[in-house]
């Protein structure tokens, strides 16, 4: 190849001396390295075996600590982690605290929640950036399952058989504590058993759209379901499909028994918030570190509450007793995992992708990788184990993983520290907030929706950019909003696939034209410069060939090219009946003019001979006309059926977009192949590749077709026609010329 560079122009050209290769001449050329193959039985052997450098490897894969901790640079990454490590742990206390009401469950078990799996994460997480813990959408659903198997019509009717109330309560909280933690504890064995079996793929199938619809439908219910605490009012919590609905009408219904003291309480506390994270996003690049307003709030709301007595005073309702120092571990109640295991597996499946989605993104702004199998097994030890210590279920905190990285987090050295003074508070400060008005915990709760509610800008962009995403994005939020989050996600991820499947069956067919003087192909109908090649259709296709768009790949060849091999032969066959018809009935005239002239032949011998002679005249004449006639009513028949393939002798499959090919589509492949050449015209195939040419091989479509047909190239393709052509045109002149080298031909 050489390379010449115009002098009048910055363009760099380059010229190719080779030969016209297709894929015959090109295998003859090139030679299979050597590969050798491996019994089953070695291969098991071999992913088997153990050594000390693969133990070694699987143990730093399964406990990531042990690869980085022992590499840790003290000087460079501790100041950040202890500060990023504080700020979180700020924003632990509240969340977890208010995450708790999402899950049905007492605030301390959000405390709980926000220490065990955190620390657990730390050991096996392959991410340094993301914050483990307590996440509105997780909580709201284990809280619909919480409610679904306890729910509040129990405690009104304990309340009105005993006179005991808060003990009722407090059983009625212990009983959904079971659920949650049995819900939570299915759910971490199902990621674990998803990451032992490699199974961190799936999180493809939640595709952007789809999991931003879904979030946003979540915060609509995560809003709703904290209106009756900004009101302070009491209302059963709904569940299952058209609970949104549900609730607010249950608001509006009882809309009248507003807690005046809780709504302005919680009002101000949501003026406050967003005020204080407006602040925070205007002068970020000039704050050390985010203001802390939500444990600023929650301080603030605590002390007030308790010196003027909020709950007896203005009957605004409290977080309650929150008990000093752990509980000891407890087993779930593994009577229900039956009638919860669909519940769990959502629940598993949104917590792996929220995690995933936000680990992925954090790695790429930082230069290193997350193991998604290795994040599977991280959640489902955080979850399974933590059940027994009566937490519920975590994942990814968008908020606080953005706040954890903006200050200055390094590694999840940070994330345990944030652990340990949740811990802390737990054992030594906790019962400090039992005074919190619950309506703050709620206005926490919506001021941290607003991330997830400014996902509506979504929409424009989507419309702009890809309707079918869009279509995906509306599906996820209305399935979601009217029939729930489990069943929201199940319809969403069904039409995701379902687009995927619309997609294939809705390729963009078009032909391709060439720019003059250059090997390269366009769209004809797209640039004005590109020309057809005389005689030549260029089809290509943006997807591969299989049992399900078979049919349509051929029928928009038809259409595209114009070439109908049936539509020509049903011509052919028809003209020719024509011909035979006319034929047959010129031939039956002929006997009938023979008997008469033998009849008439004893009247005169002058009129025999005058008639005899005009006899062969008109017969001479008669099949000459015929024969004219015939032909030409067959070339109007034949110009009528196929006018427009006149100019078309070669079409060229362009496969370059095809990425693999079965059965069916190799046996349509073989036959239009078969009706195109029954009626003259070449079918030629450009750029398949390696993989596409081994199923070919594989599905023995060799056998009955030549790989001579077959061009590395589309240009390849076009000049072995147009060499062909000229011989043909050349030996047609001078039928003296010798026939050429079928190889030099091709």
Known sequence: MEVVQNEDSQTLRYEVNRPIFNEALLQAQLHNKEIESKTVCQKLSHHFQCSSKRARSLLYTFIPILKWLPRYPVKEYLLGDVISGL???????????????????????????????????????TSRHISIGTFAVISLMVGGVTVQHVPDEIYDTAAENFTNSSSTAEDIGVRRVKVAAAVTFLSGIIQFCFGLLQFGFVAIYLAEPLVRGFTTAAAVHVFVSQLKYLFGIKTERASGPFSVIKSIVAVFYNIKKTNFAALIVGAICMAVL????????????KLPVPIPMEIIVVIISTGVSAAINL??????????????????????????????????????????????????IFALKHGYTVNGNQELIALGLCNSIGSFFQTFAITCSMSRSLVQESTGGKTQVAGMLASLIVLLIIVAVGYLFEPLPQTVLAAVVMVNLKGMFKQFVDLPALWKSSRIELAIWLVAFVASVLLGLEYGLLIAIGFAIVSVIYRSQSPQYRL???????????????????????????????????????????????????????????????????????????????????????NSAEETAAKHDQMGGDLVKRQKNGNSLHSEGSLHDVSDELETFMKPVIDTHC??????????????????????????????????VSGCSGPVMEDLKRLKFFEKCSREIFFSGIHDAVLNYQLRTSIAGALSEDPNILALDRQTVL
């Open 87 to 125: 700020s979180t742990a700020v924003m632990q206390l509240p969340q977890g605290l208010a995450y708790a009401l999402l899950a049905a469950v007492p605030p301390v078990y959000g405390l709980y929640s926000s220490f065990y799996p955190v620390f657990l994460y730390t050991f096996f997480g």
């Open 274 to 285: 967003f005020g204080g994270k407006e602040v925070n996003d205007r002068f970020k690049d």
């Open 311 to 360: 709950s007896d005073a203005y009957a605004v309702d409290v977080v309650g007793v929150i008990p000093t120092g752990l509980r000891p571990p407890a087993l779930p109640d593994f009577s229900i995992l039956s009638s919860v295991y669909m519940d769990a597996i959502a629940i598993a499946v949104v917590g792996f992708s929220m995690t995933i989605s936000m680990a992925k």
């Open 512 to 598: 391709l034209g060439q720019i003059p003087n250059t090997d390269i192909y366009c769209d004809i109908e797209k640039y004005e410069e590109v020309k057809e090649i005389p005689g030549v259709k260029i089809f290509q296709a943006n997807t591969s060939l299989y049992f399900a768009n078979s049919e349509l790949y051929v029928n928009a060849l038809t259409q595209k090219t114009g070439v109908d091999p049936c539509a020509i032969q049903s011509a052919e066959r028809k003209a020719l009946k024509k011909h035979a018809r006319e034929v047959k009935q010129q031939t039956k005239d002929k006997k009938q003019a023979v008997i008469n002239l033998s």
């Open 651 to 684: 079409i060229i499959l362009d496969f370059c977009q095809v990425n693999f090919i079965d059965s069916v589509g190799a046996k349509t492949l073989k036959n239009v192949i078969k009706e195109y050449e029954e009626v003259n015209v070449l079918i030629y």
